[in-house]
């Protein structure tokens, strides 16, 4: 019922301010113009991209490089690999059973990687492939059930989430459990830890805060339950006293990491998305400085102002990949394979670029992109066809194409100066 009457209100204030000219988020200098080269085909709810701006180029100096695979903020950026594309190791693991595409992250450390595999063992191999600890905390019917893990790192130990309801937490030297605790309901997001605790969101749509020490649970908010259970993760990141977090609603809730209390809430979504909430999926969340970014595959990207959670700007795109910021620019790419460079002040479309033109028209329409990374030079994005396609950041223009998979494979990841692709059974390593 609130979050009706807070998107009712919420609409009822738009609604007013565009009535005015003078309105400061409607004025003709902050407007976003309609781009000839965007078409909204309204009956079927889609948007046909054209490309725009094929010369217009980004502008790479001074730019600030990276090289970490964590952010309390999911702000990445660029990382740094050199881009031989050399496969090197292979850190194997037994298969997963089922075909949807891999959304995990593996723990990477400075002297090798932590995965786990099907049965859900946890697995610590060193930089040589070689295997230091291998451990497995679930019951012959968990094992059955094909436990998917979370990991976040903490000092000298590693926190553990599942789809199985379990939280528990390992010593990263040896792999022996320190403590396990079992939920409602089944987690359904990434970790972050802030100071003595940390924080998940279940598929209930309830935050919750987990003291590190013992795993008891400190405070937990809920906001509104779906009618479905959806397999888009939820997102969520920590700025000094508050936690961000979206549901599979759509909502955009802010709350204090102490006690638990309402900093903010903003519902992006009128109520009739509870009808289509399998098929809604969101993008990680990235912040940098005041303002919050991301989009869905409704066709909307936007910019959230993180004190107050008003809306900066919206935009017509649609895409449910985590959002990069590098410089002035937003980089992403839309589910039908189109790259976008945004301006990140106030939304405008620099450049489209059509990605997916190597494909024929009737393959086209099967693929869709799973995630990207970025270089200092290079956009490396993972398809759902098994397929690496490396682009020029500069301009746009594809480079070379890779086959990595014959099935299912992540998102790029970028560490250390190496590229890792998780395919099923391995997570690949290049140089």
Known sequence: MIRIFIFFLLSLILTNCSLNEDSK??????????????????????????????????????????????????????????????????????????????????????????????????????????????????????????????????????????????????????????????????????????????????LKNVLRCFFIEDGSECWN??????????????????????VYFINNLGDLTAVDTSTGNLLWQLPTQSSDIINITYNFKNSKLVSEGESIFFSNNKNEFYSIDLKNGAINWINNISSSLTP??????????????????????????????????????????????????ISQDKIYLTNNDGKLIILELKTGNVLKVEKISQNILSKPFLYNNYLFIIKNGAVVQYE
């Open 221 to 242: 908010y809920e906001t509104e339950k779906a009618l479905t259970i959806t397999n888009a993760k939820n997102s969520l990141f920590t700025f000094e006293n508050a």
């Open 324 to 373: 990069i910021l590098i410089k002035d620019f937003i980089i992403t790419v839309s589910d039908n394979g189109y790259l976008f460079v945004v301006d990140k002040e106030r939304g405008n479309i620099i450049k489209i670029k059509d990605i997916y033109k190597i494909y024929k028209d009737k393959q086209r329409k099967k693929i869709k992109p799973i995630g990207f990374s």
């Open 25 to 202: 988020i409607w004025n003709k200098k902050n407007k976003i113009k309609a781009d000839k080269n965007i078409k909204i085909i309204f009956d079927e709810k889609k948007i046909v991209y054209k490309e725009l701006n094929n010369n217009v180029n980004l502008n790479l100096s001074k730019i600030d490089i990276k090289n970490r695979i964590l952010d309390d903020k999911n702000n990445f950026g660029v990382q740094n690999y050199s881009g031989k594309l050399k496969k090197i190791k292979n850190y194997k693991f037994s298969k997963f059973k089922y075909k949807n595409k891999i959304d995990f992250t593996p723990l990477f450390l400075k002297d090798g990687i932590i995965f786990f595999d099907s049965k859900g063992s946890i697995i610590r191999f060193d930089n040589n492939q070689k295997i230091i600890w291998k451990k497995n905390y679930y019951s012959k019917f968990e094992k059955k059930n094909n436990p998917k893990l979370s990991f976040a790192l903490y000092k000298k130990k590693i926190i553990v989430s599942d789809n199985l309801s379990n939280i528990f937490m390992i010593n990263l030297e040896n792999g022996n459990l320190i403590w396990k605790k079992k939920n409602d309901y089944p987690f359904n997001s990434e970790i972050k830890t802030v100071d003595d605790r940390f924080f998940v969101i279940d």
